[in-house]
Structure formats: C-alpha cells, structure tokens
C-alpha cells in the first residue's frame, strides 16, 4: 500500500542552524501539507502546496519557514534559524485530489525536531 | 473560522468494554469534511473515517461505529469491545472545502486495560 515517508526519523540541531526535512509524497498525489505537534499538543497546520506554490499557510509559517518541490518526488519543509519552541513533531501529508478518496490526507510517520 | 472540540481529555477502560469518544464542531459553512484519526505510542497518525457534511448516513466498520449528528454539530466515535491495541490519542478534524487545512482538536488518551 502507498504511503507518505519522512527523512529523518529524528533530528536533533542546535539553536540557530537551518533543518531541512524530507518527504516522499505518494506518488500520484497533488496536495502537500506540512503540519507540526508539540509534545502532547494537538496537531496544528503550517502550509499547504499545490501546483509548485503554497495555496495556504497558518500565522506559525513565518519567514523562517519554507516549502519546496525539488523535484517530481521530495517535499521539503526548511526552518532557517530554528529557535527551541521549533522543537515538536512533523508530519507531512499529501492528498489526491481526484476520485473517491480525494479529500483524505494521508500522514507520513513524522520528524520530530529536538532544537538545543 | 473553524474549531473543533474533543472535551474528554482522557478515558481509562477495561478490556471489551464499549467506548465512545465525543466530537463537537463549529463551521459556517455548510459544505465540511469530518475525519478521526488515530495516532498510537508509536507516534504516526492513522486515517480512519471520513464523512461529508451532506452525508448523514452513520457506519458501522467492525468494531467501529460513527454517529453524525448535524443538528448538534456532533460526530462521535464508538469502539465496541475495547482492546489493548485500540490504546492511543484519537483525533477528531475538520476541513472546509476541498482543498484546505486539517482544524484538529487537542485529541483523546484512550487506555485500555487487559
């Protein structure tokens, strides 16, 4: 069965240095989102991507955050300059956007992000 | 703006016993999605129902049941005879129109006991 992977599982970075984390959407998706959970929080949205740009961001997408398509495969969120309250899990999700199971988001297993 | 209310934090039950775990949505508009998800210890989460806002026909899957209630902005999760690996956060979440975010609520503890 198809789904979302994440690269990496965990990492750990130090105050100030630029992440970038990974995912692999399914395959013939085309909605990408990004969300975060900070431990023990409920899941909040940060932005989401269609058709090589962002269709919609929440107040946390601020200007250290940013998406990218490299290519026909990875979805990247980058933090620039992470601060500690960046430290939380993130998911990635995609959706198909044609057909029955359309409007479902599927989630990838998450990064979770230590800053130091 | 969109909210969505989960007001049990967490439930504690023994094995087989029957669940039900309570979500409460605010919208103004009239087309929505409602979903639950389920994120186990291990962290992922785990699609489990969809409804559409104009689909009020509840379902039964196994051990799981959906009651929509449009008249008190309600969609409700029951699980029947509990297990231990039903243990995990249940997240209720809600999307209008097609393309936009996921609004979750802060999520259920479920902890079933052997």
């Known amino acids: 069965e198809p789904e979302v992977t994440q690269t990496p599982s965990h990492q750990v970075t130090q105050m100030g240095q630029e992440v970038i984390l990974r995912c692999v959407p399914i395959s013939n998706h085309l909605y990408f989102y990004w969300y975060r959970q900070i431990l023990g929080q409920k899941v909040e949205f940060l932005v989401s991507f269609y058709n090589n740009e962002i269709s919609e961001k929440s107040e946390i997408f601020d200007d250290q955050f940013s998406v990218e398509r490299p290519d026909g495969s990875n979805f990247t969120l980058k933090i620039r300059s992470t601060k500690l309250e960046d430290s939380a899990m993130y998911f990635c999700?995609?959706?198909?956007?044609?057909?029955?199971?359309?409007?479902?988001?599927?989630f990838g297993p998450g990064t979770r992000l230590t800053v130091t | 703006a969109q909210k969505v209310t989960q007001a049990q934090t967490e439930i504690s039950v023994v094995e087989k016993e029957d669940v039900t775990l309570d979500c409460v949505y605010e919208t103004r508009d009239t087309t929505y999605y409602l979903f639950w998800y389920k994120q186990p210890p291990s962290g992922e989460l785990v699609f489990l129902i969809r409804?559409?806002?104009?689909?009020?026909q509840n379902e039964i899957s196994g051990r799981y049941s959906w009651n929509f209630q449009k008249s008190t902005s309600s969609f409700n999760f029951t699980i029947t005879a509990s297990q231990v690996v039903d243990s995990a956060v249940y997240f209720c979440a809600l999307k209008v129109g097609a393309n936009s975010k996921l609004t979750f609520g802060k999520g259920i503890t479920l902890s079933v006991r052997p």
């Open positions: 409804r559409n806002s104009f689909d009020e």
């Open positions: 999700a995609s959706r198909a956007g044609t057909g029955v199971w359309a409007y479902e988001q599927y």
